[in-house]
């Protein structure tokens, strides 16, 4: 059954964990379908640097790209895009049916995941609900 979202206050920077509770990242951009007629259907999320700098935009978003790009071995990397097939709930995280190591996230990625998201407290578990 569909369910309506408002993607900009319903999925955007919410932590996206993958089926062993693992933090992936944040979502950082909603890739949408506008073909048929309507409300634009959200396909994917987006995580990553390269969809944080587009959603931020200007020169700041262009910079930060920029020094994503630099730091990355990748230099046409793109955001890591997560079918919402691969979702099973939307709630105060995005929670996936997959593991981490299915998704094409980088090095960079997965040190920043490793290194500075993990050690926030409370990063390794879900909230109460």
Partial sequence: MARV????????????VD???????????VELDNRGQGAPVARAILVGPPALGDRLGGRFGAWYKGVFRRLHQDKNAQPVRIPFERIRAVNSKVDLTISQDELDIG???????????????????????
Avoid at 108 to 124: K, S
């Fill in 5 to 16: 979202l408002d993607a900009a206050h319903g999925l955007l920077d919410l932590q996206v």
């Fill in 19 to 29: 089926r062993d509770a693992k933090p992936v990242g944040k979502v950082d951009d």
């Fill in 107 to 129: 090095r960079l990625e997965r040190w920043l995941v490793e290194h500075l998201i993990g050690r926030i407290p409370g990063a390794d578990h879900a909230p109460p609900q």
